[in-house]
């Protein structure tokens, strides 16, 4: 039972109840893909795995660091508050292999090569880092910023907040001081200047924000990039105190809202306990598979069923001939769907689509017109009202889809009212009241203007941890090392494209044009291979001795770091394997895939 990130609060929270009730916690959903080894790094060490950080702190901040994270294109309306930030003092330090342009302020569609020369910026420093080398940095970062300390002590860390609200701190330092600086810097990519610059910014005070996305979490060692930045955050006291904290910018409208809701394959017994408690059921208590195991399940014969609450499993998902194979052998696919897309052209041997309301459109049911609720980034839980018509007549709700379903398939003999429920929303949030903490007085509040923040511990300093305190982690550097000839390749998104769905065939700020299978490159190492611009060029990976090919790429010419390459996603996703994926999270690691280019035939 997938789940995308767009389905609202009061659907989720019914369909994941229709799912325990039928009898397992098969949720798999795209977060696996996308913000989950940051939800599994924070919880861990600051005991809640949501970002800090309010709008109000972005504006407030002094610092803020843009990690792994392309705004210009994905989060255009973050743009307006690192200006506001900017407007009010602050400074903004973009760690990224590319010069990206929303970052870099510098827009001219029709030549790349320049982007590093002009405009105004919105980024005052930026850390050209190598794919994959952000643990080295913050490492190097923080054994430079021990140096500072040692030669002004109690200039640089918080020992007040170190003290009363960490552990760990020690372990830490003796694990930096025995590191070699030189070593990390030549990893990174950056320079030790650079570095030195950054930390002149980062000390004018304690209000450092960091923000990031999939250039950080779709690595071997996502989690642990995650960890690191919490590592540096908790030295400094920059988390729980304005201006100051993390900020992982989400997806989907309402992927961290579904999460909230108890879309998740491995929730927590407290969770399960109370959920029990609201609905009078017993929801099974083993946890079950995530998007790559739930892939293996169906290649091995383990899963029949797929059932999908919205998205494009096919395309989103790494191994995209090997996801196919495992989608093919099914019994039955059902697909909740606002449109359709290719991953409906590939099923087992019965295939359902159900054509559902989108959420711009008007939900009339027994009780009127009815709104819906989501969660954004910042914890904030608010209504969304369709005001379209809708495209027919004969469209369901999400809600009501869920509904029906479980009434038939359950029985008279579950004790849940289903369709009583989808008469009138409220009742569902009622439900969702009692089964959920923090949505005390639900009904009421969603309807003031703007909703209501749920309780974050880590904005108090009070964090949820198993100790109660906040932890410093160790966390190994990865290899960096290539086999000759080889090359790490991010795949990412265009300006032109919603995830799978692509609306056009140009990358605006990148400066591509009618073409997306393109693969960007240095332009060193395109001599060094003899390619010219514009060559046709064959990618392939060779993980667990399996030949993935992608044919056909036109080599574009980019100010990116030696031995980098740059792709599209889902164009590159069959180079991406499904046993590549981040260590503890599963989120595959499709920003750093070993890859190697020739000419095509
Ligand atoms: N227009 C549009 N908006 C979207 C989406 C969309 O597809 N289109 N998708 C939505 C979703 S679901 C999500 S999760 C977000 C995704 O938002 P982003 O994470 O911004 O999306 P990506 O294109 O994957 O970009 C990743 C960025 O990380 C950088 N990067 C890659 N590898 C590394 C690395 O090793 N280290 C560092 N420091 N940087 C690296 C890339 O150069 C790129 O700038 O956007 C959301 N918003
Ligand atoms: N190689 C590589 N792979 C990636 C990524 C990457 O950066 N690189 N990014 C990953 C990330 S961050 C994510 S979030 C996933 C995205 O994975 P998904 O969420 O599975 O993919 P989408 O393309 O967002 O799904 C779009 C489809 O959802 C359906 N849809 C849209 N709105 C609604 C709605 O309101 N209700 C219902 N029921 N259906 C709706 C439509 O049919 C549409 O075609 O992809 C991941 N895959
Ligand atoms: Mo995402």
Not at 209 to 238: D, P, Y
Not at 420 to 432: C, K, M, S, T
Not at 497 to 504: A, D, F, I, P, S
Request: proline share 5%.
């Amino acid at each position: 039972f997938y789940t995308s990130g767009r389905t609202s609060n009061e659907a989720a929270f019914l369909y994941q109840l229709f799912v325990r009730a039928f009898g397992t916690n098969n949720l798999p959903d795209c977060s696996n893909m996308c913000h989950e080894s940051s939800g599994m790094g924070l919880g861990e060490t600051v005991g809640i795995g949501k970002g800090s950080v309010t709008l109000d702190d972005i504006h407030e901040a002094d610092t803020i660091i843009v990690m792994g994270q392309n705004p210009g294109t994905n989060h255009p309306r973050m743009l307006t508050a690192l200006q506001k930030a900017k407007k009010n003092g602050a400074k903004i330090i973009a760690i990224n292999p590319l010069p990206e342009a929303g970052l870099m302020g510098f827009i001219n569609p029709k030549s790349p090569a320049q982007v590093l020369s002009g405009g105004t910026s919105i980024a005052d420093l930026f850390l050209q880092v190598q794919i994959n080398g952000d643990v080295p940095l913050l490492k190097a970062m923080m054994c430079l910023m021990l140096e500072r300390e040692a030669s002004a002590p109690g200039t640089v860390f918080d020992e007040d907040f170190i003290g009363l609200y960490t552990e760990g701190f020690d372990a830490l330092r003796a694990h930096l001081e025995a590191q070699r600086i030189d070593a990390l810097i030549e990893a990174s990519g950056v320079t030790r200047a650079e570095l030195e610059q950054a930390i002149d910014i980062i000390l004018r005070s304690r209000k450092t924000i960091v923000c990031w996305a999939m250039g950080l979490t779709q690595h071997k060692n996502g989690v642990g990039n995650v960890r690191e930045i919490v590592n540096f955050l908790l030295m400094r006291g920059s988390i729980g105190v304005p201006g100051a904290g993390t900020c992982p910018v989400r997806g989907h409208s309402n992927v961290q809202g579904d999460r909230t809701m108890g879309i998740h394959d491995r929730p927590s017994q407290a969770f399960l306990d109370r959920l029990q408690e609201a609905v009078g059921f017993d929801p099974p208590r083993e946890h079950d598979f995530n998007t790559v195991e739930a892939i293996q399940a169906m290649l091995d014969g383990r899963a029949k069923l797929f059932f999908a609450m919205g998205g494009n499993f096919l395309q989103a998902t790494p191994d995209t001939q090997r996801t196919a194979e495992a989608l093919r052998k099914t019994d039955m696919i059902v697909h909740v769907s606002t449109k359709l897309n290719r991953g409906h052209l590939v099923h087992g041997r019965q295939a359902i689509i159900l054509p559902c309301l989108a959420r711009s459109e008007i939900d009339d049911q027994a009780y009127g017109e009815q709104f819906v609720t989501v969660e954004n980034s910042m914890g904030v839980v608010h209504s969304s009202r369709g005001h379209l018509k809708p495209a027919h007549p004969g469209l369901y709700s999400e809600s009501s889809i869920v509904a029906w379903l479980a009434e038939k398939v359950l029985g008279p003999e579950n004790p849940v009212s289903w369709c009583w429920y989808i008469e009138n929303y409220d009742r569902i949030r009622d439900l969702i009241e009692k089964a959920i903490p923090g949505f005390e007085r639900f009904n009421e509040r969603v309807r003031e203007p703007g909703g209501f923040h749920l309780y974050n511990g880590a904005r108090e300093r009070k964090f949820n941890t198993d100790t109660g305190k906040a932890k410093f982690t160790i966390n190994p550097a990865p290899d960096l090392t290539l086999p000759e000839g080889s090359f790490r390749m991010m795949t990412i998104r265009t300006h032109d494209q919603y995830n799978t769905t692509v609306y056009g065939n140009d990358d605006r700020y990148r400066g591509i044009r009618g073409g997306r299978r393109v693969v960007f490159m240095n332009e060193a190492d395109m001599r060094e291979a003899g390619f010219e611009a514009g060559a046709r060029v064959d990618l392939r990976n060779d993980f667990g001795g399996e030949v993935r090919t992608a044919p056909r790429f036109t080599v574009v010419p980019y100010p990116i770091p030696r031995r980098c390459v740059g792709t599209y996603f889902p164009e590159a996703n069959v180079l991406v394997p499904l046993e590549h994926y981040a260590e503890g999270s599963y989120t595959p690691a499709s920003k750093d895939v070993t890859v190697r280019l020739s000419l095509s035939s």
